[in-house]
C-alpha cells in the first residue's frame, strides 16, 4: 500500500495502489451503472415478497402470490394427460397387433416410446438403440428371446435376471472360474467356437474340443451351435457377439461365463406405455 496522491496527468486522487509501476485511479463508479445496481437491488427486495425464496428450518418463504413450479408443473402434467387422454386410452386398451395396424395410433405409440427410451434405456443401449459391449443392440436381426412383438413386450415387462418372478432367465457357466473345464480345455473350446462362427482356427484344438462342446454346451447352443430363444442361448454362428468377438473376449466369456441383467419395468410403467415402448423397439429397431 502506497501514500493516497493526486495523478498527475489527470488531476484525480489514487487509491494508494500500485502493481508494477502502475497506480490506480479513484474514479467514481459510472451513473448509469449505479442506477442498474439500485435497481437490481430494488427487483430483488420486490422478488422476496412477491415469491418464494427465502429457506426456513422447516420450509421456505411462499411469497404473496403464492406460486409454486410443483404445482403448475402438476398442473401442466394434468392437463397434457388431457389432451393425450383419447389417444392413451385407445393404446391401453388395444392390443399390440391393433397397434401396429393403425397408422394413427402406430405414430402416437411411436413417439410415446421414443421418449420412453430416450430417457430410460438409452443410458444402456444409447441413443440410437446400437448398445455397447455388455448390451444388446436392438437395431439388427439378432434376439436372445425373441424379436417379435410379443417377445419384446416380454422382455421389457419382466426383465432379464431381474427380481421379477417371471424374469428371463438364463445362465452360462463359468468353465474356467468354476473348475468345470482346465485351461487347456476351455483354449480349446475356445477354436472350436472361432470355427463354429466360420473364422480360421487351430484345427487339432477344434478336434479336442469336439467331445467337450457335445458334453457341455450342446443342451443350450445346440449340436450347430446356432444358439436357442427359448432358453435365452446365443447363436454362434453369426458376427454378432455381446461380449466381444475376439479370442480374448470369447475365451474370457467360457471362462467367467458372464450375464447382464435388464430390470423389469413392470412397475415402473403403466401398461400402455409398455406398450407403446414395445412398439417402438419393434418398428424402429429391427424387429422381427
Known sequence: MSKRESDEVTGVETTGHEWDGIRELDNPLPRWWLWVWYLSIAAAAVYWVLMPAWPGISGYTKGVLG????????????????????????????????????????????AVGQSVFGDNCATCHGTGGTGAKGYANLRDDVWLWGGK???????????????????????????????????????DLTEYVVALSRRPADRAAVARAAPIYQAQCIACHGPTGQGDQALGAPNLTDQEWLYGSSREDIHGQIWNGRGGVMPSWQSRFDPATLKALAVYIHSDAAGQ
Not at 80 to 106: M, Y
Not at 149 to 159: A, C, F, K, S, Y
Open 149 to 187: 412383438l410379443e417377445d419384446i413386450h416380454h422382455t421389457i415387462q419382466v426383465g432379464i435376471r431381474s427380481n421379477h418372478e417371471a424374469a428371463r432367465q438364463s445362465q452360462m457357466p463359468a468353465f474356467g472360474r468354476d473348475q468345470m473345464l482346465t485351461a487347456s480345455q476351455i483354449s
Open 67 to 110: 406460486q409454486s413450479d410443483r404445482v403448475a408443473v402438476a398442473g401442466e402434467l394434468a392437463a397434457l394427460k388431457t389432451v393425450r387422454g383419447a389417444q392413451g386410452a385407445q393404446l391401453a386398451t388395444a392390443s399390440l397387433e391393433e397397434i401396429e395396424r393403425d397408422p394413427q395410433l402406430l405414430a402416437y405409440a411411436q
